[in-house]
């Protein structure tokens, strides 16, 4: 089962129509909701004054006020507040004040639109640098929202003896998710002790993260709560964080007012106020040897947060613990933080981190081959990371790693040594039209970071049904990446079932335990692997109990679980994580095994750029990937395409404009995602080498894809271009026209 | 998915007549609405200060693209679609048809009229530059009777139209260029597909003896309207095509633009790339052979 292209389970309904989204719910006299915002950067709430020519008494209305239990979304620092107090201060433009519900959804267009706040103003800190240069203090005492030191050797010892020492800055930009369903959520609550129950169906990825957060703002116990993930139409880290406010609105409506309360935003509002990717700037100083291998590396890795920490630290985390790419380096200093800025708060994305501090170190190593006069190809080749080797964190590197060999593997598909001879006789001529090729080397570390794995102890089971079918017990959920396919090839290739014997539950807090969030690269390899070993479990308990024999037909195994169904009663097996013995992280000094394995890829890029118009032209694109096992080829293909497009939109062309920190290009019309005419054909190449932390060897996908694409078209406008200053992403056609005129004038 | 549904009124008249007594007695009141894919986009987001429309599919005098033997007559409610299918289009001004095909994507294409192109008066528009590089007319119809105007004089200022609330765009009267003539498009947008004009450029050019002889640059995101670059234009007419002055050419095209920074890009770009796609454009003239 594992290795088969099984189809995806749930992919019928959707392809019928018939899928029910949140949306598409309905609940027995629901009432709309709507969520009346700040609008300015930062400042006090004096006030909240509700406008002529509305019939106020027929709406629910809900302010910081009616709050029964603690005001903060429970994360990893709990500093938001689900609705700003009077007196309180306000710290981004998009916060939420005040909650409306009304059975009209015309006439609650227009309350909305009537509320007015009274603010007195403060200065705000609207950008990365201002944060840094402390103009205002927002956040703590010096607007750090977290700060990590990673040391390996003494790079201070080094730069006087360096051959050379190349230091650089780069930057990227917000990015938006852009999930096909926006946020949605349906919350159901029952007043009256000691029977309270807050239930709420919504689009979402971490079903234990609202619960929490759910608890937390109503003050009630575990079983009192209740969160069901329905069906989602995308989410890439958009959902990861965000559906705990906006469940907790909706919740906190239907509290109030003792009916169902449906808040659903349009694309308008979800652009504006959730979360995006952390704008990023990194200076990295490097020295090298005569012969272009690290002797040293400083990297002042920066984020963004926005506002309040969300997922801040462990996105600075895994962004400082990806910055020195796939290379071996003797002295490393690494000093990451993650500033405040009031703006709404940046969240998960893709990548995590990673994609930030991988664009500059990938373009970085280019930037370096040029200046040393060697080529890119070989610059890397010296420094790879290898067997023996060990990380910035000290990890040793276990797995008999050959990433020369995957990125010669795909220079030859790409073409890429005839093509640069090529190319470079056509860039001569004065065809407007320049090409280039080039590539990036990265990895991507699967599971959660350092000991964040240990520490979650995450659950996950199997049930045998009265039907003899086998049903998955997690709190993974599906978003369009395939979990509940996967999932069920997993179990039924530890069982030797086939694949339609096994089908996921559905994930509702009330049935499944907490396998943790759907998250970090992990649901396949950490969630999978706990799922094979609870299959083991179930087979294990039914030959012991007598009902199997081995060896079995899938018959008789259905028999076996129908039998031992009807004299038990339920027979569910569970495995939980434990920690690795091998694997040691120390959180205070950042040293160890930052985590289990990583994935690793070479992904090539061939552009044509119009120097008429700056456009760039993706013609080619090579993605090869060593990702353990491939559990399913289809899926993971359609991952890699995936995130290889998210990749190249966020390096050509997806640019958040603001203004006063509101997001302007707030439409699909203006924040510009790639079409299907704007792509290549992706090519996927996958290398297998079974690791043992993951299900029958596989390793995580899912947010790889992300990381490799933006260095690799930018390093190809420098080959097309020559050594433009390539320092910022997106590269939209603006400012590669901008950097052109800087080298050849205007 | 919506969050705002608005209340709206749309009446459906059966002719045109009927349409245009509607319009005279409500003056100013009613919206036209031909594909509808300007407005819904305005009315979903609840910017649409409107709220009475009146639906012009059923005014069959609107429709249909008629030939005479010197011009092309394309009714209002022309459809994107129906000006690629039209092989007459596709002889005699293929600019058109190349705006057509850039314009959106198919569903759009099938729905959006030139009509609701040239009346919705964005100046990001993609047919208006072509249609300024044929020497278009536009019919007006009243109940006080028709006018025809040259569709150069029509946008009057941004989102202002010689075109009064009681008057309809009846027809795109195109006259068929003659002799040896020379066609370039070219639409700068956000992305190749559903995308906004970020500079279009289309020019029409006749040639008489390796000269110039008539010449007509549309232009479009460059300046409140679609507008012609007149001053580019004058610099080339009656040039030898050996000897096109291209860099004078580009220096004037600069007191033919007023671009602006806007969300989509920058008034630097737009100023330095519509320069280069002329200086493309009047390459390919002066290369072309006749
Ligand atoms: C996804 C998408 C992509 C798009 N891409 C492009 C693009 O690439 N290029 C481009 O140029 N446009 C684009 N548009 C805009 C739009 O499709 C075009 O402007 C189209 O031509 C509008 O025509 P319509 O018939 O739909 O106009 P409508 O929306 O019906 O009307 C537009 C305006 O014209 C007025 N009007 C319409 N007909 C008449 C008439 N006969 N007399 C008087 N007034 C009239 C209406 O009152 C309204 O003010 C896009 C729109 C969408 C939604």
């Known amino acids: 089962m594992i290795g088969a292209p099984a189809i995806r389970k749930e992919g019928r309904a959707k392809v019928l129509g018939s899928t029910c989204y949140t949306d598409d719910m309905s609940a027995e006299g629901a009432l709309h909701g709507a969520t009346v915002r700040s609008q300015i950067p930062r400042g006090i709430l004096k006030g909240i004054h509700f406008g002529e020519g509305i019939p106020w008494n027929e709406f629910v209305i809900v302010t910081a006020a009616d709050i029964p239990g603690k005001n903060r979304v429970a994360s990893i620092v709990h500093d938001q507040p689900f609705l700003v107090g009077i007196g309180e201060e306000i710290t981004h433009p998009e916060q939420p004040v005040v909650l409306l519900a009304h059975g009209d959804r015309q006439l609650l267009v227009k309350a909305r639109k009537a509320v007015r706040l009274e603010v007195e103003e403060l200065p705000a800190v609207l950008d990365l640098q201002s944060s840094l240069d402390l103009t205002q203090v927002i956040y703590g005492t010096n607007n750090l929202l977290k700060e990590i030191h990673i040391r390996k050797g003494e790079p201070d010892s080094v730069w006087s003896q360096a051959a050379h020492v190349i230091e650089g800055e780069y930057r990227t930009g917000a990015q938006e998710q852009m999930y096909l369903e926006p946020n949605a959520m349906l919350a159901v609550t029952e007043r009256g002790d000691p029977n309270a129950q807050v239930t709420v169906y919504g689009s979402l990825q971490c079903p234990y993260y609202v619960h929490g957060a759910l608890k937390q703002l109503f003050d009630l116990p575990d079983d009192q709560v209740r969160v069901i993930a329905l069906e989602m139409g995308g989410a890439f880290g958009g959902k990861e964080d965000y559906p705990s406010v906006i469940a907790g609105h909706a919740a906190l409506l239907s509290w109030k007012s003792g009916k169902p309360v449906k808040l659903v935003y349009d694309r308008e509002e979800d652009l504006v106020c959730t979360t995006k990717r952390h704008p990023s700037r990194t200076r990295i100083k490097t020295a090298f040897d005569t012969e272009g291998k690290f002797l040293a590396l400083e990297i002042d890795f920066v984020l963004d947060g926005g506002a309040y920490a969300t997922m801040s630290p462990v996105v600075l985390s895994r962004g400082a613990l990806h910055s020195t790419s796939v290379y071996c380096c003797p002295n490393v200093h690494i000093h990451a933080r993650a500033a405040a800025t009031n703006t709404p708060p940046s969240g998960a994305f893709r990548g995590f981190g990673a994609p930030q501090s991988l664009f500059a170190m990938e373009r970085h190593m280019d930037v370096c081959a040029t200046q040393m006069g060697m080529d890119p190809v070989e610059l890397r080749r010296k420094n790879f990371l290898k067997i023996g080797d060990s990380t910035a964190t000290g990890q040793i590197i276990q797995e008999n790693l050959d990433l020369g060999g995957l990125m010669d593997r795909v220079l030859k598909e790409i073409g890429y040594h005839d093509k640069q001879k090529a190319f470079a006789a056509h860039n001569a001529t004065d065809d407007p039209i320049k090409r280039g090729v080039a590539f990036s080397v ?280 020559g050594p433009l200053r390539l320092d910022e992403v997106p590269m939209t056609p603006e400012r590669l026209l901008t950097r052109y005129e800087e080298v050849y004038g205007g | 998915m919506r969050s705002y549904l608005p209340d709206f009124d749309l009446q459906v008249p059966d002719s045109l007549g009927e349409a245009l007594a509607l319009l005279t007695q409500e003056l100013g009141q009613y919206r036209p609405f031909a594909g509808g894919t300007d407005l819904m986009v305005l009315l979903n987001a609840g910017l649409l200060p409107a709220a009475r429309f009146l639906d012009l599919s059923r005014c069959q005098e609107l429709r249909g693209i008629q030939e005479t033997s010197t011009h092309l007559s394309f009714g209002a409610l022309t459809t994107f679609t129906e000006v690629r299918d039209c092989k007459a289009v596709h002889q005699h001004f293929p600019n058109l048809v190349k705006s057509a095909r850039l314009t959106g994507a198919l569903a759009i294409q099938n729905r959006g009229t030139l009509g609701g192109n040239i009346a919705n008066a964005s100046p990001a528009a993609d047919t208006p530059p072509s249609l300024l590089a044929y020497g278009t007319e536009v019919e007006l119809i009243s109940l006080r009777g028709t006018r025809r105007v040259a569709y150069e004089a029509f946008h009057q200022g941004y989102k202002k139209m010689d075109l009064a609330p009681d008057e309809l765009l009846q027809r795109i009267i195109i006259p068929k260029p003659l002799g040896r003539t020379f066609h370039f498009y070219r639409k700068v947008g956000t992305r190749q597909a559903q995308a906004i004009s970020k500079i279009c450029l289309a020019a029409c050019a006749r040639i008489e003896n390796g000269t110039v002889a008539e010449f007509r640059i549309g232009l479009g995101s460059v300046a409140p309207v679609p507008a012609r670059a007149r001053n580019a234009e004058a610099v080339i007419l009656g040039k030898p095509l050996e000897a096109l002055p291209i860099e004078e050419a580009q220096l004037a095209l600069l007191a033919d633009i007023s671009p602006i920074d806007d969300i989509r890009s920058s008034a630097h770009y737009r100023r330095v790339v519509s320069q280069k796609v002329l200086g493309q454009m009047l390459r390919e003239l002066s290369q072309s052979s006749f």
């Open chain 1, 442 to 721: 990265f990895m991507h570390g699967c599971g959660f970071t350092g000991s964040g794995e240990a520490t979650m102890a995450s659950v996950a089971g199997v049930e045998g049904l009265a039907d003899g079918s086998v049903s998955v017990l997690a709190a993974s959920t599906e978003m369009g990446q395939g979990k509940n396919t996967v999932f069920s090839q997993i179990v039924a290739e530890a069982l030797k079932l086939p694949v339609d014997m096994v089908n996921t539950a559905i994930v509702d807090t009330k049935y499944v335990p907490n396998s943790g969030p759907t998250v970090g690269s992990r649901t396949t390899m950490i969630v999978g692997k706990l799922l094979e070993d609870a299959a083991y479990g179930l087979k294990q308990s039914l030959i012991q109990h007598g009902f199997l024999k081995e060896p079995y037909s899938p018959e008789a195994f259905k028999e076996a679980v129908q039998k031992a169904h009807a004299r038990l009663g339920s027979i569910k097996s569970y495995a939980q994580f434990h920690k690795q013995p091998h694997i040691v992280w120390d959180d205070a000094s950042y040293r160890g095994d930052a985590y289990p394995t990583f994935s690793w890829a070479c992904y090539a890029a061939e552009i044509a750029v119009d120097t008429v118009t700056f456009e760039v032209k993706v013609e080619d694109f090579v993605a090869a990937q060593e990702v353990g096992r491939v559990v399913n080829p289809v899926l993971a293909a359609g991952q890699i395409e995936g995130g290889v497009a998210q990749g190249i939109g966020w390096g050509l062309w997806e640019d958040v404009v603001s203004n006063q920190g509101r997001m302007v290009n707030n439409q699909m019309t203006n924040y510009i995602i790639p079409t299907s005419a704007d792509l290549p054909r992706i090519r996927v190449i996958f290398l297998e080498n079974p690791h043992p932390a993951g299900p029958g060897g596989a390793k995580g996908i899912g947010e790889l894809p992300m990381d490799g694409p933006a260095p690799a078209l930018l390093n190809a406008l420098q080959n097309a271009l």
